[in-house]
């Protein structure tokens, strides 16, 4: 399943860049989780608590924290997600670089660019190494298969 997050302080966006992935995954057949983030405080928070996503479509210029700071936090607790920046601000390139961008989406959103970079991003999730996704305390973790050793059942607890 693939995990997405939108973190935008522009409401209309938000709806459009939604619309937009609904669109892409329907027809592509993905089944995905979507999560949506007015501010980027609360994706931080969503991070601190253990989740992660594996597509976030990111704005820079949101109230409170911006997004290169937002990315920075992420970036130190997962170095994994592709962080696709939705701005019409060009000013920060040298600043996004920081935070290795996966591509950046000029605003307003041109639908054929915003469906071949969503195409890639996927493509580009595929191709990772595959993961194990749980859920534990509400929260979804995932851990790389490759580190998996064995399951262990105690009880109605599974322990990877």
Known sequence: MLRIAICDDDVYLVANIEEMLC???KKNLIESDMEI?????????KYECGERFDIIYLDI??????????AKFIRKLDR???LIYVSSYETY????????????IRKPINAKDFEMITNLAYERTIEKDAYFEYKYNRTI????IRRIIY?????????I
């Open 23 to 25: 669109q892409y995954l």
């Open 37 to 45: 983030f007015y501010d980027g405080i609360t994706l931080e928070k």
């Open 61 to 70: 210029e949101m109230g409170g924290k911006n997004g290169i700071e937002v």
């Open 80 to 82: 994994d997600v592709l």
């Open 93 to 104: 390139f040298l600043q996004m670089f920081e935070v290795e961008p996966f591509r950046f």
């Open 141 to 144: 973790g995932k851990v790389l």
């Open 151 to 159: 399951f262990e059942s105690v009880g109605r607890t599974v322990i």
